[in-house]
């Protein structure tokens, strides 16, 4: 099993749409966890945490369920400028810090 | 918070040739990382960098690559003896480090071997 997997999509979906995305990880152990958002041929930017109970930015909410060894994202009302590769990021804290990235989901928001 | 800078933001090299790869962090930073992208894949770990020490490292971060900070300041990957499968983005990343750990990117070198 891949320590973080991902649906690579794409997700093409109409302006106003709601859309979701999950990812799993593997490490029981993982302790942070997070969305990325990343533009073609750019720097991953962080889009949020995910906490244990739940939480919302805006038109973004993450979920997070230790149990099922799962994260969620929720996209509502998506704009044109969602689209972009969403990754999910696990953060082991193995000691060293080492943070493992999905490959990534894929959305295309179109008009 | 300021992210880090890297430099160059493009380079070229021939295969065989050394490459180094700075970034230049704000001084009270204590947790750097390296990651890796190529074209086309996902973001790679390649090694992270506590309190001038390398404090975990990937498979990939073999006796090819080095991480220095030789002057307190500007956090170097070197890369000996180039291989066109070395052609990727390589960003320079920060953290809190704080229990939540949140990692904040550069806007990456892009690295050319031909």
């Known amino acids: 099993r891949k320590e973080v997997e991902q649906d690579p999509g794409p997700f093409n979906v109409p302006e106003g749409a709601t859309v979701a995305f999950n990812c799993t990880y593997s490490?029981?152990?993982?302790?942070?966890f997070f969305w990325y958002r990343q533009d073609c041929r750019k720097e991953p930017k962080l889009l949020m945490s995910v906490y244990s109970s739940g939480n919302e930015d805006g038109r973004f909410t993450a979920q997070l369920n230790r149990a099922s060894q799962y994260i969620s994202l929720l996209i509502r009302d998506s704009k044109l400028s969602d689209s972009a590769t969403y990754l999910c990021?696990?953060?082991?804290?193995?000691?060293?810090?080492?943070?493992?990235f999905g490959a990534g989901t894929r959305l295309f928001v179109k008009a | 918070e300021p992210e880090v800078t890297q430099t160059p933001s493009h380079q070229v090299t021939q295969m065989g040739q050394e490459v180094i790869l700075r970034c230049v962090p704000i001084s009270n930073h204590l947790y750097f990382y390296w990651y890796r992208q190529i074209l086309g894949q996902k973001v790679e770990f390649l090694v992270s960098?506590?309190?001038?020490?390398?404090?975990?490292k990937s498979e990939i971060f073999d006796d090819q690559f080095s991480v220095e900070r030789p002057d307190g300041s500007n956090f170097t990957l070197k890369i000996r003896s180039t291989k066109l499968e070395d052609s990727a983005m390589y960003f320079c990343a920060r953290s809190t480090g704080d229990s939540g750990n949140t990692i904040y990117f550069g806007e990456g070198s892009w690295l050319t071997v031909v």
């Open positions: 990021v696990v953060n082991g804290n193995t000691g060293g810090f080492k943070t493992i």
């Open positions: 960098f506590y309190n001038n020490e390398i404090s975990e």
């Open positions: 490490n029981s152990a993982s302790q942070s």
